[in-house]
């Protein structure tokens, strides 16, 4: 009886065994395919762009990558201006979101009070929600009048400082790469603060402790104790801003002013690829849409750029800190 027993038991693990292995090659298998889904979207999505400007690409060939023309009658077209302003923007969106998205987080992380942090990392949340085009009527409306009443005053002392000056000279328009650039940071800046926010809470508060213990000041716990702790992290959240600074369309659109020249003024029209794109599909046809189409797989191209070399700091910075 006890054999029978024992043999019963050994049957329904060994069942059971079978039955966990089946179950657990299905899910590897449900999301292998998940993996290679995405995989296949993104890929089907740059060979689709490739294909549909490919009588622009391979026609033009390197006289579209390095061309500032854009000209429909002509049937003349390149993608440096759009690039350029592509570039710009988002790294001038980067530039002034970073300092503030950081501040921000390490206030409500180590600085504000209890009562403030909820109304404040509720606030930042719904920032993130707003439709970008929302911004865009925005920039348009309020923020490019405001721009053009201190434009002047820019010209006038940033205008007069060697090297840079170039940068801030030029009629009083509002519109131009500053504007936009300072859209796309508005935009930026609470999903790079709520990344921060999020893994600032994640350092042990031992750590924190023991600093204070040492006599530390509550600025060298932040640099030298919460940014080591958190630096890849914090690094995922600035290409996260990026990602979308390059991306972006709407917002930037209504104040870019869409300019095809390339000028070393900040406070000039200039264009990008994704408002280039916006402003001309709809009645672009023949080569002109070819180009239109090309520009997106350039930003296919620009976006894997940056985030690779993106990727391969923080591969280095693993690299030291393994060290």
Request: proline letters at 5%.
């Amino acid at each position: 009886m006890q054999v029978t027993l024992t043999r019963q038991l050994v049957r329904d693990s060994e069942r059971r065994a079978h039955l966990d292995a089946r179950y657990d090659r299905i899910f590897r298998g449900v999301l292998k395919f998940c993996a290679l889904l995405v995989l296949a979207a993104l890929l089907g999505a740059a060979l689709s762009t490739l294909w549909g400007g490919r009588e622009v690409l391979f026609g033009q060939g390197l006289h579209f990558l390095t061309s500032d023309a854009w000209n429909p009658v002509k049937d003349d077209y390149g993608a440096l201006s759009p690039i350029f302003g592509t570039l710009v923007t988002s790294l001038i969106a980067i530039v002034l979101a970073v300092p503030v998205s950081f501040g921000v987080a390490m206030f409500l992380t180590e600085i504000a009070p209890t009562w403030m942090r909820g109304p404040v990392s509720s606030a930042i949340e719904l920032l993130a929600g707003i439709p970008s085009i929302i911004y865009g009527m925005w920039g348009l409306f309020v923020f490019v009048p405001f721009m053009s009443g201190i434009e002047p005053a820019l010209s006038a002392t940033l205008g007069r400082i060697p090297l840079i000056g170039k940068l801030f000279q030029g009629p009083p328009l509002g519109l131009g790469l500053l504007t936009a650039g300072i859209v796309l940071a508005v935009m930026i800046l609470p999903f790079i603060t709520s990344v921060m926010r999020e893994v600032f809470q994640t350092v042990p508060t031992r750590l924190k402790e023991s600093a204070y213990a040492l006599s530390s000041t509550r600025w060298e716990v932040l640099w030298d104790i919460v940014l080591p702790y958190t630096r890849s992290a914090v690094i995922g959240g600035i290409i996260l801003g990026l990602g979308r600074a390059l991306g972006e369309t709407m917002a930037v659109t209504f104040v870019l002013g869409n300019s095809y020249n390339i000028t070393s003024s900040l406070l000039m029209p200039g264009t990008s690829i994704s408002s280039s794109i916006a402003n001309e599909f709809n009645e672009a046809v023949g080569v002109h849409r070819s180009a239109l189409i090309a520009l997106g797989f350039l930003l296919f191209v620009v976006t894997f750029i940056v985030l690779l070399i993106a990727r391969l700091m923080l591969h280095q910075l693993a690299r030291r800190e393994g060290k």
